[in-house]
């Protein structure tokens, strides 16, 4: 499978980036090599790693990452949009509430834009992870939350919601060292069969990372807090 253009780019801020990007919609292989990823998204979405009582990390971010970093952010909105659909026909866990497809698109868009056509260092890795549990997995799902409990189930979300909040936060450094892991042991084989183009020679950690993912860790518990007393 050759990508149409080695053409790496510093930011996803290009006409000539979603032009790429859109070609891949007309590249055969890179639509059965979504579908594939799409197929394991799905299989993956009730598959957890129990790492404590009540808490656990699903593996599915590892699939839906490298899917976007391959296929790019127009593919993975439309993947996404799929996955969000046949997990909920085939896995269905309550009520169908559309909103969140919305969730899964985010998602997906915020891996592609920091991985696809890239030189992807640790840092993109845990900036694009601080942007879905942070700003996806908090800020945005919560609102679409507390809606689908008022609407769907008629109760409050309440209860849940500071737990959630937390446990986000929580796997945010483990999901960041995670995804580090796979990317290094997954790209070199899909870039040298030409599934790849991104760069990932920069993916090493080191002590400036650690502290970007304190740092971000406290940014991110500063702000739970401040919602909770303010609410």
């Known amino acids: 499978m050759q990508k149409n253009s080695n053409q790496l780019f510093d930011t996803p801020f290009s006409k000539a980036y979603w032009k790429l990007a859109a070609v891949e919609l007309r590249n055969t292989k890179t639509l059965i090599f979504a579908a594939l990823m799409i197929a394991l998204r799905v299989a993956l979405k009730s598959v957890s790693i129990p790492i404590a009582a009540d808490l656990k990390i699903g593996i599915g971010f590892l699939v839906n990452a490298l899917g976007a970093m391959t296929f790019g952010p127009v593919v993975a909105i439309a993947g996404a949009a799929v996955s969000d659909t046949l997990g909920c026909l085939l896995f269905p866990s309550g009520p169908y509430f559309f909103p969140f497809i919305f969730i899964e698109i985010a998602g997906s868009l915020i891996f592609a834009l920091f991985f696809y056509r890239t030189r992807i260092s640790v840092t993109r890795v ?78 090493q950690f080191t002590r400036k990372n650690i502290i970007t993912l304190v740092i971000l860790t406290v940014i991110g518990a500063a702000a739970v807090v401040i919602y909770t007393v303010t609410k």
Do not use: H
């Open 126 to 203: 845990i900036l694009s992870r601080f942007c879905i549990d942070f700003f996806v997995n908090i800020v945005l799902q919560t609102p679409v939350m507390v809606l689908y409990y008022q609407m769907m189930l008629g109760k409050s979300y309440k209860i849940f919601n500071l737990p959630r909040m937390i446990k986000n936060l929580v796997m945010f450094p483990i999901e960041s060292v995670l995804l580090v892991l796979f990317l290094r042991a997954l790209v070199p084989p899909l870039k040298s069969q030409g599934y790849v183009v991104s760069d990932i020679s920069r993916l």
